[in-house]
């Protein structure tokens, strides 16, 4: 059993929180509470499942690559360079498996996420041999996963009538509204409840969801499919579809941080019962990392969060771009695939982000992160290169006014906030950084145990043994 009921009271996974006497005092210490449900324990158990077989996977690779070796010769040129590119890409996956580092994430396996690692560096490659062919070469490469791709398609308009209610059809005087239910309706929902689950913020989640549908306000004279009603844009996606998925998002979020994870190995649990959960909770977290991304507490984090919604936004972008200039029907199994991907790569990719950011000892962004970064902007390099003519298409004064006035809006905020009224801007304190890098050297070391450090030595700020608790750890 993944989760295990409270029997022994934990230790609280930050012990040294000082406490603010001038605030309000409550009946019950709801910090305290929460910090329970942060701890947690895992006894260690090592199984046949978890143990690394890098000699294995080198075993198997060679006796496969011997078998291929000496099959019979075929003249056939296509087919031969088929099968070699196949295996050289079946090679690079094996390996990538077998000696990359881990990333952040532990479950389902670590395995799992050097996979998708592995298919991350594999699809940057794609693009970056894409990019350097003609746009019709580019549309037949897709033609080795679908024969039906690279054909010219007719995008589909969600525009026109307007009209919630057309009495001229009394037959189905809300047909307007049934026409825009369709596939990608479940799409926005499903898909901004696990954005939810990756960016783990509200407000952060609910910019980038209405900055997009200025977005498409802004881009519809380039792009049909984003010529939308008033009602499609703010009730149907932003209020229905998208917030509703943040809402759910958010009630998830809430689960997953205040269960205890409690870990023990399969054969350790006696019932089947336990056994069963046991099982399907090594498809959840291992454990669980609150997202504070506090925007507003340096011009670091400010820039930082800014970042994050512009390269947030620009793969969402990339999205319908990429299927309009490679030609790609919006119901194809390649966009769900690419979204499932940028989906799993953005959740390494954002926990990496963050530990940057919050860890004091971290002076470089994570692998998936940079590699991310790579295929959102060689994807937009793509589609400039291939339909310079739609994405140079001007903008309408009134959204040119528009965006003129926002940019210039947000960077006077920027200044007043962090120039102009620094003082206003709360510094963090020399325990506070300690603090936020012990925590990380125990999500890295796997420690639980805090009470080594006196609550009240540390509430005076007599921190000693806490620094060289943390020197030791470096160690």
């Given at each position: 059993?993944?989760?295990?009921?409270?029997?022994?009271?934990?230790?609280?996974?930050?012990?040294?929180?000082?406490?603010?006497?001038?605030?309000?005092?409550?009946?019950?210490?709801?910090?305290?509470?929460?910090?329970?449900?942060?701890?947690?324990?895992?006894?260690?158990?090592?199984?046949?499942?978890?143990?690394?077989?890098?000699?294995?996977?080198?075993?198997?690779?060679?006796?496969?690559?011997?078998?291929?070796?000496?099959?019979?010769?075929?003249?056939?040129?296509?087919?031969?360079?088929?099968?070699?590119?196949?295996?050289?890409?079946?090679?690079?996956?094996?390996?990538?498996?077998?000696?990359?580092?881990?990333?952040?994430?532990?479950?389902?396996?670590?395995?799992?996420?050097?996979?998708?690692?592995?298919?991350?560096?594999?699809?940057?490659?794609?693009?970056?041999?894409?990019?350097?062919?003609?746009?019709?070469?580019?549309?037949?490469?897709?033609?080795?996963?679908?024969?039906?791709?690279?054909?010219?398609?007719?995008?589909?308009?969600?525009?026109?009538?307007?009209?919630?209610?057309?009495?001229?059809?009394?037959?189905?005087?809300?047909?307007?509204?049934?026409?825009?239910?369709?596939?990608?309706?479940?799409?926005?929902?499903?898909?901004?409840?696990?954005?939810?689950?990756?960016?783990?913020?509200?407000?952060?989640?609910?910019?980038?969801?209405?900055?997009?549908?200025?977005?498409?306000?802004?881009?519809?004279?380039?792009?049909?499919?984003?010529?939308?009603?008033?009602?499609?844009?703010?009730?149907?996606?932003?209020?229905?579809?998208?917030?509703?998925?943040?809402?759910?998002?958010?009630?998830?979020?809430?689960?997953?941080?205040?269960?205890?994870?409690?870990?023990?190995?399969?054969?350790?649990?006696?019932?089947?019962?336990?056994?069963?959960?046991?099982?399907?909770?090594?498809?959840?977290?291992?454990?669980?990392?609150?997202?504070?991304?506090?925007?507003?507490?340096?011009?670091?984090?400010?820039?930082?969060?800014?970042?994050?919604?512009?390269?947030?936004?620009?793969?969402?972008?990339?999205?319908?771009?990429?299927?309009?200039?490679?030609?790609?029907?919006?119901?194809?199994?390649?966009?769900?695939?690419?979204?499932?991907?940028?989906?799993?790569?953005?959740?390494?990719?954002?926990?990496?982000?963050?530990?940057?950011?919050?860890?004091?000892?971290?002076?470089?962004?994570?692998?998936?992160?940079?590699?991310?970064?790579?295929?959102?902007?060689?994807?937009?390099?793509?589609?400039?290169?291939?339909?310079?003519?739609?994405?140079?298409?001007?903008?309408?004064?009134?959204?040119?006014?528009?965006?003129?006035?926002?940019?210039?809006?947000?960077?006077?905020?920027?200044?007043?906030?962090?120039?102009?009224?620094?003082?206003?801007?709360?510094?963090?304190?020399?325990?506070?950084?300690?603090?936020?890098?012990?925590?990380?050297?125990?999500?890295?070391?796997?420690?639980?145990?805090?009470?080594?450090?006196?609550?009240?030595?540390f509430a005076n700020g007599l921190h000693n043994d806490f620094r060289e608790a943390?020197?030791?750890?470096?160690?």
């Open positions: 059993m993944a989760v295990q009921k409270r029997m022994l009271k934990p230790v609280p996974q930050n012990n040294f929180e000082v406490k603010n006497t001038t605030s309000l005092k409550t009946a019950h210490d709801w910090d305290a509470e929460k910090k329970e449900y942060e701890v947690v324990f895992d006894d260690g158990t090592m199984t046949f499942f978890w143990r690394a077989h890098t000699l294995t996977a080198l075993f198997v690779l060679v006796i496969v690559l011997v078998y291929v070796a000496f099959e019979p010769i075929t003249d056939d040129t296509d087919y031969n360079i088929k099968r070699g590119i196949i295996a050289a890409l079946g090679t690079f996956i094996v390996l990538g498996v077998a000696i990359m580092p881990d990333g952040p994430f532990k479950r389902p396996h670590p395995a799992l996420w050097r996979l998708l690692f592995c298919l991350s560096i594999l699809y940057e490659l794609f693009l970056i041999f894409a990019l350097f062919q003609s746009p019709n070469d580019a549309r037949k490469l897709l033609k080795h996963f679908d024969k039906n791709l690279g054909e010219e398609l007719e995008e589909k308009s969600y525009g026109g009538s307007c009209l919630i209610y057309d009495p001229s059809v009394p037959d189905d005087p809300w047909h307007n509204i049934w026409d825009k239910f369709d596939a990608f309706v479940p799409t926005h929902f499903f898909g901004w409840w696990l954005k939810t689950l990756v960016l783990r913020d509200w407000w952060l989640c609910t910019v980038i969801s209405i900055m997009f549908e200025i977005l498409e306000y802004t881009l519809e004279h380039q792009l049909p499919n984003f010529s939308e009603c008033w009602w499609d844009h703010w009730i149907m996606d932003a209020l229905l579809c998208n917030g509703l998925g943040i809402v759910c998002g958010m009630y998830t979020l809430e689960y997953f941080s205040m269960k205890q994870y409690h870990w023990r190995g399969l054969w350790n649990i006696p019932t089947y019962r336990g056994k069963l959960k046991r099982i399907f909770a090594q498809f959840g977290p291992y454990n669980w990392i609150k997202f504070e991304w506090r925007p507003l507490s340096s011009l670091g984090r400010w820039v930082a969060t800014l970042t994050i919604v512009f390269v947030f936004l620009l793969t969402e972008l990339n999205t319908f771009y990429l299927k309009f200039v490679l030609w790609v029907p919006p119901d194809h199994w390649l966009n769900l695939v690419r979204l499932f991907a940028m989906l799993f790569w953005g959740a390494v990719a954002l926990r990496e982000v963050f530990q940057y950011l919050d860890d004091p000892d971290c002076t470089s962004i994570g692998r998936q992160s940079w590699t991310l970064l790579t295929i959102v902007f060689t994807e937009f390099l793509i589609v400039a290169r291939f339909d310079r003519e739609t994405i140079s298409k001007p903008l309408p004064r009134v959204i040119a006014l528009f965006w003129v006035l926002g940019l210039i809006g947000l960077l006077f905020y920027t200044i007043w906030a962090f120039v102009l009224n620094r003082k206003a801007t709360p510094k963090e304190t020399e325990l506070e950084v300690e603090e936020r890098r012990y925590r990380w050297l125990q999500e890295s070391k796997g420690l639980k145990d805090f009470s080594e450090f006196s609550l009240s030595r943390v020197r030791k750890l470096k160690d």
